[in-house]
């Protein structure tokens, strides 16, 4: 069983990140790459392996942003930056810089361009920061161009989920299990609204061995994906799937969530 890395690219909402904004073109790249690294989380998990988002919820500027995110990424056995193109071109790419890390890009890449993506192949990422900066064996993938129609409509017919099945089954070489006529979704999910609730809500995710994501952060395909939606902290319930555990402040919100968990 291995240690992955997920990396969401880009992720800055109102200057949070320091500008990290991502590209934007008929879809909106920081989105796109949150949805498919939860995804891509909780299939890794369900594997057995380790896996978690190294997004930072905040940082002073985009090189602090790029840092924060090898930095938790550093004990990984791999690390795997999520992208999305713009520039008006068509296909896939996968950067990568030591050996290992262009096998890996090759492995993923194919079953990308499986999908029916137009391969632009494995390429040189010396000049990326998180390549360059993290430990392990680190790619970063371009799934396809936001400011191109035809790779647009290619992406939304495929869908974020196997999108986010051929990025595992290149990490791992496992092939993904999905029930006949249904969509595989992704069971749990813990949300916390303030970063007050986000120690009680990591107790949660660890328990519930889910993903966690701020409210900020939670995508409206993570929503309709998701069987149960834990709510940590505050009053907001966007629909009958979110189970919410509050309390009149964090520390009451944290012992709710102990109450939960039966501890
Ligand atoms: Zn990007």
């Not at 690294?37 to 988002?53: F, P, Y």
């Not at 939304?156 to 595989?184: C, D, H, M, P, Y």
């Amino acid at each position: 069983m291995s240690k992955f890395a997920i990396d969401p690219g880009h992720g800055d909402v109102h200057g949070s990140l320091g500008g990290d904004g991502g590209a934007v073109g008929y879809l909106i790249e920081q989105n796109c790459a949150l949805n498919i690294a939860t995804i891509v989380i909780n299939k890794l998990k369900s594997l057995g392996h380790e896996a978690w988002n190294v997004r930072p919820s905040t940082a002073g500027s985009v090189t602090d942003s790029l840092q924060k995110r090898c930095n938790s990424g550093e004990s990984a056995d791999y690390f795997v930056s999520i992208h999305l193109n713009a520039g008006g071109g068509k296909g896939t790419e996968i950067f990568a810089v030591s050996d290992a890390g262009k096998k890996v890009a090759g492995n993923v890449l194919n079953e990308i361009v499986n999908l029916g993506f137009i391969n632009r192949g494995v390429k040189d990422g010396r000049s990326l920061y998180v390549l360059r900066r993290s430990k392990p064996v680190a790619i970063l993938i371009e799934i396809c161009f936001v400011d191109t129609k035809s790779d647009v409509d290619l992406y939304n017919s495929i869908g974020i989920e196997k999108i986010s099945n051929a990025i595992v089954k290149g990490l791992t070489g496992s092939e993904i299990k999905e029930q006949e006529g249904e969509r595989n979704k992704m069971k749990n999910i813990v949300v916390y609204g303030e970063g007050a609730d986000k120690r009680a809500a990591e107790y949660l995710a660890d328990y519930l061995k889910c993903p966690m994501v701020s409210k900020e952060n939670l995508s409206q395909d993570v929503l309709d994906f998701s069987e149960k939606i834990y709510i940590i902290g505050g009053n907001w319930k966007p629909n009958s799937k979110c189970i919410l555990i509050s309390g009149s402040d964090r520390y009451t919100t944290i012992k709710e969530v102990l109450k939960f968990i039966g501890k």
